[in-house]
């Protein structure tokens, strides 16, 4: 439910990313900025899945790197984010941990190794039952350390003092092996030929060019009013039309088909018949 839910929402994506000064307050000054070619800050110290100190570094040098920003308890968008990882991921030649890593970051300072590894196992599992966790790193950090990267990925987003939720735009990026930003795909739908296209390209070390932002909005539902806030009910309601339209153009367009198919046999069945 949740997951047609946001794509509901994708299909009117031309609402959701209105001019900033439409949006919900809620939503100002949150999104993604492209800053193609800009260097990760590399000596980033956080905390992998076993709560060992690592180098954000450490999983650059040899191989282009899927940096997937999220948060591992939120209870919305970004499972989708991940599941859509695993789904254009899965159908590649190319494999986590022989052509490219795979490095999740938590923009929530108070999420643990635990939290992480639970993830991982998860996603992991979900991509491939055999295949073990190779090449699948999800990390935690200080605010200090999630600070340096967010601002070098140019991810703008903030905590929620009523929810306790983060607000965020969903997104991944793919960087070179030296760690520079080589391409930025948006949404929680990742298509196989954009992340084979993308990982080929940045392990080249090739830096790609910009893309339309298609912004989803980790800030959908209120558990404290238990409703979800007028601007994903409006968009939810162009999503109800816009769907509404395309299966009546589907309906009519297989109407047709079917007379022309009938009108096309009985024209035979005469000419026979003659």
């Known amino acids: 439910m949740m997951r047609t839910l946001f794509l509901l929402i994708a299909s009117t994506a031309a609402f959701a990313v209105q001019p900033a000064s439409n949006l919900p307050p809620q939503l100002q000054d949150i999104g993604i900025d492209q800053k193609l070619n800009a260097l990760l800050p590399l000596d980033t110290i956080f905390r992998d899945e076993t709560g060992a100190s690592v180098r954000l570094g450490s ?142 390209e940045a392990s080249h070390n090739r830096i790609g060019s910009p893309v339309d932002q298609v912004l989803l909005f980790c800030y959908h539902y209120d558990p404290a009013t238990g409703k979800y806030s007028l601007f994903v009910l409006n968009t939810l309601k162009l999503a109800a039309i816009a769907t509404v339209i395309l299966l009546a153009g589907a309906l009519v367009w297989l109407w047709r088909r079917d007379l022309a198919q009938d009108r096309r046999t009985l024209e035979k069945e005469g000419a026979v018949r003659i």
């Open 59 to 200: 999983y650059f040098g040899r191989r282009p790197v899927l940096l997937v920003p999220v948060y591992y308890t939120c209870p919305m968008l970004c499972s989708q984010i991940l599941s859509g990882v695993v789904s254009g991921l899965r159908p590649l030649s190319l494999l986590p941990g022989r052509d490219f890593e795979i490095v999740a970051f938590s923009i929530n300072p108070e999420e643990t190794p635990e939290d992480a590894a639970g993830k991982r196992d998860l996603y992991a599992r979900r991509y491939s039952r055999t295949s073990g966790t190779n090449g699948w790193h999800f990390l935690v950090g200080s605010q200090a350390s999630i600070d340096a990267v967010t601002r070098a990925i140019g991810f703008r987003y903030r905590k929620d003092p009523k929810t306790g939720m983060f607000i965020h735009a969903s997104g991944v990026m793919l960087a070179t092996p030296e760690g520079r930003l080589a391409r930025y795909l948006y949404g929680v739908e990742y298509q196989p030929k954009d992340l084979k296209l993308g990982l080929v």
